[in-house]
């Protein structure tokens, strides 16, 4: 999976439009092995791209799940501290 595709799901405020955008791009260049696409290839990259974003959030909107919602500062916070371990980081 891509490092820079985050989690979406069972977030407060919910994902954004454009982090939805964002996680389906990174997904069309990870598949496709093109960071930007050739002219030749760019209409058929950007059609991918706006699929899988359409499918990500007809996805998010059928999940359903008991836990609370998490919350994007904490998260985030956790994720530092991963990084620090796992880096040596203080």
């Known amino acids: 999976m891509c490092r820079n595709i985050r989690p979406l799901f069972n977030f407060d405020p919910p ?3 454009d982090e939805i955008q964002a996680a389906a791009l990174q997904f069309v260049r990870k598949v496709s092995g093109f960071t930007k696409p ?3 290839n760019a ?3 950007d ?3 706006a699929r899988v974003a359409g499918v990500v959030h007809e ?8 836990a609370p ?5 904490v998260e985030a916070a956790r994720a530092r ?7 040596g980081r203080a």
Do not use: N
């Open 59 to 66: 996805f998010l909107d059928e999940l359903v799940t008991a």
């Open 69 to 73: 919602p998490k919350d994007r500062e």
């Open 81 to 87: 501290e991963r990084s620090a371990r796992r880096f």
């Open 38 to 40: 050739s002219q030749a």
């Open 47 to 49: 059609r991918a791209t």
């Open 15 to 17: 994902a954004t439009d």
């Open 43 to 45: 209409e058929a990259f």
